[in-house]
Nanobody, 123 residues
Framework: QVQLVESGGGSVQAGGSLRLSCVAS?????MAWFRQTPGKERERVAG????????YYPDPVKGRFTLSQDNPKDTIYPDMNSLKAEDSAMYYC???????????????????WGQGTQVTVSS
């Protein structure tokens, strides 16, 4: 079992920035961040293949969110810039081992989840 520990959530004004972090208890091939608001499905907002560094960002966050990795520490850092009110959500770190199927950061299926960290953007 892989443990994921998130940190860095909080409140910020629109246009501001936040940096989250997710530490995995051991190396795992694909890591991603999802977000969810009440009544909506969880959506992927960033992903990275920890082996080759390939990243994925969907259109709503492309150009504003950047994911970096620190492999020796099995950690990923999403830098979220130019935040909007619609970015407010609970953010979850997720991880997928190589044997779970796809290791593409846009499609890897999470096998492990963090506890979530709240991001609130006020307009």
């Amino acid at each position: 079992q892989v443990q994921l520990v998130e940190s860095g959530g909080g409140s910020v004004q629109a246009g501001g920035s936040l940096r989250l972090s997710c530490v995995a208890s051991r190396y795992i091939t694909c890591m991603a961040w999802f977000r969810q608001t009440p009544g909506k499905e969880r959506e992927r907002v960033a992903g990275i293949n920890m082996n080759n560094g390939n990243t994925y960002y969907p259109d709503p966050v492309k150009g504003r969110f950047t994911l970096s990795q620190d492999n020796p520490k099995d950690t990923i850092y999403p830098d979220m810039n130019s935040l909007k009110a619609e970015d407010s959500a609970m953010y979850y770190c997720a991880a997928s081992p190589w044997w779970a199927g796809s290791v593409d950061p846009s499609t890897c299926t999470p096998q492990h989840w963090g506890q979530g960290t709240q991001v609130t953007v006020s307009s």
